[in-house]
Nanobody, 126 residues
């Protein structure tokens, strides 16, 4: 089992920044791929970014490329999502997820992830 807990959400104005954190516990050392997702009210959940355990393989969905950065601190079993140049359309509940068995080149936001956090709310006002 892997437990995930997100933090760092909040309310900002358009153009601002936030950094989300996802702390993993349990068998976190077994996780190959971590991802960030978001879901706005009335919309389907969408992928944001993913990172492989080596910290080199990174994946971003088109909507956030150039604005968001995913990173990790393996000593803390924590994955981060730095969000810059935020837009009102970035407002959503943000979730992190873990897939222990995903292979290197499959570490994207596609497919299913095994473990999910409870989410942290991000609200961007215009």
């Amino acid at each position: 089992q892997v437990q995930l807990m997100e933090s760092g959400g909040g309310s900002v104005q358009a153009g601002g920044s936030l950094r989300l954190s996802c702390a993993a516990s349990g068998y976190a050392y077994t996780v190959n791929c971590m991802g960030w997702f978001r879901q706005a009210p009335g919309k389907e959940r969408e992928g944001v970014a993913a990172i492989y355990r080596d910290g080199v393989r990174l994946y971003y969905d088109d909507s956030v490329k150039g604005r968001f950065t995913i990173s990790q601190d393996n000593t803390k079993n924590t994955v981060y999502l730095q969000m810059n140049s935020l837009k009102p359309e970035d407002s959503a509940m943000y979730y992190c997820a873990a897939d222990p068995a995903r292979s290197y080149y499959s570490c994207t936001t596609g497919g299913s992830f095994d473990y999910w956090g409870q989410g942290t709310q991000v609200t961007v006002s215009s």
